[in-house]
């Protein structure tokens, strides 16, 4: 017993030292924010270029053909924390932008490759007919794919993009490579600054699983009411 009490005497310390002092816990607070800041802005920037550059592959223009598949092929074949430091260190070296829009900017680039070839899938599952049948109530190509198109293949691609933009949550624990203090930085700095692994390393590993957990819950709900519309 009194074992017991020693050793959950000394895990407070430990917890009191890693988070209570200094008011360290409100560099995981602050942490959270930048990467949620930072997902919502990549996830959205990186659905429009995603859209855009599958536009480009289904295209039968050689040229965006060409551009379409070079893109989706550079970004899929590197790495994203290369990509990442590419586009702050060189490409945005002079624009005086805040970091964690130069960030975003470079986790959509990234996203908008996985996000295309979502789409591109989602819109070739579409029968051809649906798009005659557009055609023949009078029409245009964009018009059909717009209206017609899309919209059936946003319900068959939902589950594919839920995925994505959780495992682009995941992949912006590498912004500190560039200055950002994020969840993964800042249980990095309390680490460093108490030389305790293992609490800031579990705590960072819960913040990331509770805020996955609760995207994936909210995701599901919007899946289940997507899959009641197509009954009804």
Known sequence: MILNESWFQHQWEIFEKCFLRDDRYKLLISGVGVTIKVSILAALMGLVIGFLIALCNLSKKKG???????????IRGTPSVTQLMIIYFVVFRTVDWPKWIIAAIAFSINSGAYVSE????GILSIEKGQSEAGRSLGL????????IIVPQAVKNIFPAMCNEFIT?????AIVGYVGLVDIQKAGDFIKSATYEAFMPLIATAII???MIKVLTLLLGKVEKRLRKSDKR
């Open 140 to 147: 245009s190509k964009a018009q059909t794919m717009m209206y």
């Open 118 to 121: 979502i789409i591109r899938a």
């Open 64 to 74: 965006l053909n060409l551009f379409g598949k070079i893109y989706t092929d550079i």
């Open 208 to 210: 990331y699983f509770i």
């Open 168 to 172: 682009l949550i995941k992949e912006t």
